[in-house]
């Protein structure tokens, strides 16, 4: 399993799946991972209104799921890790939204130069999954 976290600690994108009473959506985003806490923000990237979906449907329903993935075209080298957990959302200046922001600006440098104010999401309580053709 640490080939697997390693894998998806490095990853610079996924998917999320939430669920809402309109059923399944799932969007591309960024995040990182830190001890067994999976975080992500909403950002300056525009966006269709700041009342997202998945804000909601994590409010309905805390239940998620983070897929990474990697598809090459030599098929020996394909993977996916996922993990299911359980969703929250905090305010970007709550302790943990600042603790989260300043390890996903670690990762993504563009975050560095524009800090996120939006709300976290913060993701625990993990069961992992992971598939690979190599064994």
């Known amino acids: 399993m640490d080939d697997a976290r390693e894998r998806f600690a490095a990853a610079r994108v996924a998917r999320l799946a939430t669920g809402g009473a309109d059923g399944p959506h799932l969007v591309p985003f960024v995040f990182v991972l830190v001890d067994d806490v999976v975080y992500s923000c909403v950002d300056h990237k525009p966006k269709r209104t700041n009342d997202l979906r998945r804000l909601r449907n994590i409010a309905d329903d805390p239940r998620v799921s983070v897929l990474v993935d990697h598809y090459s075209d030599e098929w020996d080298e394909l993977w996916w890790v996922r993990v299911d957990g ?46 690979t053709v190599r064994s």
Do not use: F, N, T
């Not at 959302?89 to 390890?103: F, L, M, Q, R």
């Not at 975050?111 to 999954?129: N, Q």
């Open 86 to 131: 359980r969703a929250a959302v905090v305010g970007a200046d709550d302790p943990v939204g600042v603790e989260a922001i300043d390890a996903l600006a670690d990762k993504y440098p563009q975050y560095r130069i524009r800090r996120p104010v939006g709300p976290v999401i913060v993701i625990d309580d993990l069961r992992w999954r992971s598939w």
